[in-house]
């Protein structure tokens, strides 16, 4: 077993960093030795339950309040021993370099320690052969997001096609270690919880049970006492006895019943042992979320470098048409040729150009025309609608109070503000009859 001294930088089994302050036992708690740690990081705040005390007595202390953390001695040991020194990867193989983020830098869950069926050792996915995992302290990283740069300097597209299969081939296998295991704990801890609950329904059925016979026996004992008789004599010297033997046997059972509680309760105590802290079921849940998000990210990351590797395949190809282009621009004969072609274009643009200025201008001419001959139109009906004779309109008398000898004619003029007696219009007068 590692051993290590207070102020040692160490690992949690959440994959995450502290410093170690205090080692020993804690009363009230299982008889085992704890570890009280001060965690650091971006994560300390969220992580953090205490500032190193626990039910009034203070333990250790810590530089920022509420970091404090008690795990496990074998816990935390056996998290170190499984879990590299921050800034120990492996270093790049190929021209190929990833940086991930601190997330994909915890080791996998293969190697984790198994005892009494329950996972101890924190998690973290492999990173591929072909790429360099950079550390970045996660003081100066938390404000800043992950952020992944590819250098697309493979040598060729055989050996760029053959590390992608790589990643997939990787991929694939760890997203079937991460299920297997993860099948694995939940079908640990489901039958876990089932016994635990059984033990909790049989414990207290035994525990009513107990008590129903110890207080049945102490009604009869009592019902026999109440209604006993006061004899003379043998006859009750015999009587108290006999209550004193019940009484004898009744606590000679309740010693029996009450040595069977505690087995009982020992039992439970071993169940909830191997169930481990609350933490531990914590760290488990808290494991496999962040198995899940990293086997999406490194899905994400294998997404993206196929559609970077289309885009480089792209750029090759506009790269070879424009080469082909140049090489054709640099050859004497293609130069001369395309002169003669542009000039020939140019000439024939300028003809075209100035045949359209020609038509614009005769189109010009046509519309000032058609302007013109509609304006002469107009007038010529005017004046074709002046020359219309206009009818003369007889008057009849038919009104009896009329004098039929009255031979005079009617005035055009009478009722209306505006008549031009020369044209016979309404709108003007005749000194200045438009039409006169």
């Known amino acids: 077993m590692s051993s290590f001294a207070i102020g040692d930088e160490v690992s949690l089994p959440q994959g995450h960093r502290a410093i170690l302050r205090w080692i020993g036992r804690i009363p009230g708690k299982s008889p085992i030795e704890y570890a009280g740690v001060e965690v650091i990081g971006p994560a300390a705040e969220r992580l953090g ?15 920022i309040p509420n970091t404090g953390l ?28 990833v940086f991930l983020s601190p997330g994909l830098k915890t080791p996998s869950r293969d190697q984790r320690d198994f005892k009494d069926g329950f996972v101890r050792s924190p998690l973290a996915a492999k990173s591929p052969s072909n790429f360099q995992v950079q550390n970045f302290d996660e003081n100066t990283h938390a404000s800043s997001n992950d952020s992944i ?4 300097d493979t040598p060729s597209s055989s050996s760029a096609s053959a590390q992608l299969e790589k990643m997939r081939e990787q991929r694939d296998i760890e997203r079937k270690k991460h299920e297997e295991q993860r099948t694995e704990y939940r079908q640990t801890l489901m039958s876990m919880n089932e016994k635990v609950e059984d033990l ?31 004899p003379g004599g043998s006859e009750m010297e015999e009587q108290k006895l006999a209550l004193a033997n019940m009484q004898n046997t009744l606590i000679s059972e309740r010693t029996e019943k009450q040595e069977e509680i505690d087995g009982l309760k020992s039992e439970l105590e071993n169940v909830r042992k191997l169930l481990g ?11 496999l979320a962040k198995s899940e998000k990293q086997l999406k990210e490194i899905q994400s990351q294998v997404e993206e470098i196929d559609h970077l590797k289309e885009q480089v395949g792209e750029l090759k190809s506009r790269n070879t048409y424009l080469e082909l282009i140049v090489q054709n621009a640099n050859s004497t004969d293609n130069d001369k040729e395309l002169t003669d072609r542009i000039k020939e274009l140019e000439r024939q643009l300028e003809v075209k150009h100035n045949h359209e200025l020609e038509l614009v201008a005769v189109n010009e001419q046509l519309i000032e025309e058609v302007e013109e001959l509609k304006s002469k139109l107009a007038l010529t009906e005017s004046q074709h609608d002046l020359m219309k004779p206009i009818p003369s309109v007889p008057v009849t008398k038919s009104l009896s109070n009329f004098d039929e000898s009255d031979n005079s004619t009617i005035d055009m003029a009478a009722g209306r503000s505006d008549w031009c007696a020369s044209c016979e219009r309404e709108g003007h007068r005749s000194d200045n009859c438009p039409f006169e």
């Open 277 to 287: 802290s609350a933490d531990d079921l914590e760290s488990l849940a808290g494991d």
């Open 200 to 230: 909790k329904k049989n414990f207290n059925k035994k525990i009513e049970g107990i008590k129903a016979e110890y207080e049945g026996k102490l009604r009869n004992a009592r019902r026999t006492s109440s209604l006993m008789i006061q």
């Open 70 to 97: 008690f795990v496990t001695y074998t816990q935390l040991v056996s998290a170190n021993i499984r879990t590299p020194r921050i800034g120990t990867m492996s270093p790049p193989i190929g021209s190929t370099s």
């Open 49 to 63: 339950k205490h500032s190193g005390e626990h039910e009034g007595v203070q333990y250790f202390e810590t530089k």
């Open 149 to 152: 740069y590819l250098s697309l």
